[in-house]
């Protein structure tokens, strides 16, 4: 019976000794693990932004609202709004709600504000709500430069990524690519439609020519020509590399580090391999 109290004795120490070691591997210094120098860390999105996904989760329906009425694909809505805007984060976005960058040329009798652009007080439009901002490019692109576009199918972002840059919608060559990774690296052509039935899409062209017709009868020639996009805020989309750090990433691009994490939603210097970067000069 002694022999038997102490090796259940013996049991209960190795077991307290067990629980003890346990608790020793487990209860780290609070920063154990943390990136102390900003080093990529493993990837966790597969290359998209959390600001990115943020940003479209909260503007998908209204894109996708804006394809069914006029036929521009909600990928490319959104595309451009992500470049233009900086994910939301642009002045233009947050204190205008103005998410396209479009100016205050035009018959624009709007609030407005000015920015620094292509002179150093440009006037930009300030809208009420994204929505209206979202509206207004729609009516922006209603143009007849832009009419062969609508022939296209509500869900050719690939046509329309390269036909906006043939009409003159942006100087920047890479523009078409620019969307189309925008596009493919989100999956936005996942909130594209294709057209019901030839029918609706000859409809729908027809809905959209009388617009610009009653536009080009409308409006004066002068006020046509004036209205026009801001440069585009991001110019640059850059995935995120082994060995990259905010710093070095900066230093690559000629911004600083909290012009980065303004324009991407990021809390710290953390990055994760093929994460999007917008960059901005």
Request: aromatic residues 8%; contains cysteine.
């Amino acid at each position: 019976m002694k022999n038997k109290g102490l090796f259940s004795m013996f049991v209960a120490a190795l077991l307290v000794l067990g629980s003890c070691a346990s608790r020793r591997t487990t209860l780290q210094h609070p920063d154990y693990g943390k990136n102390k120098t900003g080093q990529v860390r493993t990837p966790t999105r597969g290359g998209t932004s959390t600001s990115g996904l943020s940003y479209i989760e909260q503007y998908k329906d209204i894109a996708i609202a804006e394809m069914n009425e006029y036929g521009i694909p909600a990928s490319i809505k959104l595309a451009q709004a992500l470049l233009e805007s900086g994910n939301g984060n642009s002045y233009l976005a947050r204190e205008a709600n103005n998410h396209f960058g479009i100016k205050c040329g035009g018959v624009w009798q709007g609030k407005s504000v000015t920015r620094p652009d292509d002179h150093v007080r440009d006037c930009f439009r300030v809208y009420n709500n994204p929505q209206q901002s979202f509206r207004d490019h729609s009516q922006f692109l209603l143009r007849k430069r832009y009419q062969k576009l609508f022939t296209l199918d509500k869900n050719d972002y690939k046509g329309w990524a390269k036909g906006l840059k043939e009409a003159g919608y942006a100087t920047n060559p890479r523009y078409p690519e620019l969307l189309i990774d925008l596009i493919e690296r989100y999956q936005l052509y996942r909130y594209d439609r294709p057209e019901i039935s030839y029918v609706n899409k000859e409809n729908r062209e027809e809905k959209v020519e009388d617009i610009i017709h009653e536009r080009e009868v409308k409006e004066p020639e002068t006020a046509r020509n004036t209205e026009v996009i801001k440069n585009a805020v991001a110019m640059v989309i850059y995935e995120v590399k082994v060995n990259d750090t905010l710093y070095s990433i900066s230093q690559r691009h000629g911004v600083s580090t909290d012009q980065i994490k303004q324009l991407n939603g990021l809390a710290s210097d953390d990055l994760s391999v093929g994460q999007l970067l917008v960059i901005s000069k």
